[in-house]
């Protein structure tokens, strides 16, 4: 079983290590990972410049090797010229340091390795931790990623593309795994203004994560009651309740 | 009316300056688009370099405005720095150049301006000609945008998330607009391999859009057929079938 393994954080973060570990017990891994932090890339893929890739070495049966592109270019180069042409049997992507759950599926480059995989028709998970730190303590979601790859890889299927988060807590707290939908959020960022030597304002982005979602069925409810969280989902964005309402507005 | 326009292809893009122009007919308009070319770039954010933000000049009730970051920087600069925190009414990007059917919307940065509108709840619409070239005829399109446009504004919804496209073809082939959902399809990307001058190997990726959905009701068929076609987009990626499918598994 040939088994791809991506991340947004880079080769040298400590999360894609104890993925690879973790998927290295059902089959031979390969780890393709960005250069350089990817974080909020989202599913940005480098056309306009070339990609480099290069092979580091080798543990057990995982091979590493590092891109200069996004995670979907990741996804791309590995399928391309590590598996030449072929396809892995299946594609894992994380673990992310950082929480993936609510609206921010939409800035992760940890969910776009998850959704150029699905888009391939490659059975795929994410896996993030809700902890940024680069020292996170990946321990108490082990067993958790072990449990979810296995019933991935347990049931045959093709289309499977889920996306799990496990809150930063001790392993006895953990109370096992939910499955259920993203919670509405945004985040509302501040635009702090410098003034660079010259006297030229800047701008950074700043952000706060703003919940707009009081739901009891969501990530963000079932993370803070100390769940592994589990989400389908879908890279078919069509909004198909709206569709059946403005069908006839045209 | 306060209304913000962005894009993906940057403000010296002739899609962006006849979307300000149809724009301009309904209020004042903000142009905020990116100081070059950020196709592909997809829901990018840019949160570890500082952005810069350059007022351009006016024409008519038209302020334009580069930015040096990403269509979601774009929409997130404008409203704190430009509006002074305010929203705007309405946020449209585009016109794109190129195509934003079909699966194409995981890579879009002008897709990706409209969703971080419909994540901040301003209601939005983007507009996509299908045709790459800078000196694209976009004359065909514009009642079209023009009516679309409008019809968003009278419902006076703040839900809207409406993605548009327009084929290439003459005004008097344009059949009109059908509302339709989005095709299943995938760019398989070729690593084309070279060697720089030192003899190290790089990689350029270049795509086949391989269609895979002969469905009669998608944005592909119709846009096959000569419709402009508007698919409403949803931000909850949540795929609650399968949601359905699997909440007992665990």
């Known amino acids: 079983?040939?088994?791809?393994?991506?991340?947004?954080?880079?080769?040298?973060?400590?999360?894609?290590?104890?993925?690879a570990r973790v998927?290295?017990?059902f089959g031979q891994v390969v780890v393709v990972a960005p250069d350089s932090p990817r974080s909020g890339q989202s599913h940005a893929v480098t056309l306009v410049s070339p990609l480099r890739l290069h092979e580091l070495g080798q543990e057990g049966n995982i091979r590493y090797f590092s891109c200069s592109g996004t995670p979907a270019d990741c996804v791309k180069l590995a399928i391309k010229v590590v598996f030449g042409g072929t396809m892995p049997d299946y594609i894992f992507s994380g673990i992310n340091h950082g929480s993936n759950t609510a609206s921010n599926v939409v800035y992760s480059g940890t969910v776009a390795g998850l959704m150029e995989a699905a888009l391939t028709d490659v059975p795929a998970v994410a896996f993030s931790l809700m902890d940024h730190s680069?020292?996170?303590?990946?321990?108490?979601?082990?067993?958790?990623?072990?449990?979810?790859?296995?019933?991935?890889?347990?049931?045959?299927?093709?289309?499977?593309?889920?996306?799990?988060?496990?809150?930063?807590?001790?392993?006895?707290?953990?109370?096992?795994?939910?499955?259920?939908?993203?919670?509405?959020?945004?985040?509302?960022?501040?635009?702090?203004?410098?003034?660079?030597?010259?006297g030229r304002k800047y701008y950074w982005l700043?952000?706060?994560?703003?919940?707009?979602?009081?739901?009891?069925?969501?990530?963000?409810?079932?993370?803070d009651h100390a769940y592994v969280t589990l989400t389908p989902l879908s890279f078919d964005w069509t909004d198909y309740r709206e569709l059946e309402r403005i069908k006839d507005l045209f």
């Open 1 to 19: 079983m040939k088994i791809l393994v991506v991340n947004d954080d880079g080769y040298f973060a400590p999360g894609v290590k104890h993925l």
């Open 23 to 25: 998927a290295s017990k």
């Open 134 to 198: 680069l020292d996170a303590d990946f321990g108490p979601f082990l067993p958790y990623v072990e449990q979810i790859m296995g019933k991935c890889i347990a049931s045959g299927r093709k289309d499977i593309c889920w996306s799990v988060n496990c809150p930063a807590v001790p392993a006895e707290d953990l109370k096992g795994i939910k499955v259920c939908r993203l919670a509405k959020a945004l985040w509302d960022e501040d635009a702090v203004e410098r003034q660079d030597p010259a």
């Open 206 to 223: 700043q952000g706060d994560f703003i919940r707009k979602d009081e739901g009891r069925d969501t990530d963000l409810y079932y993370a």
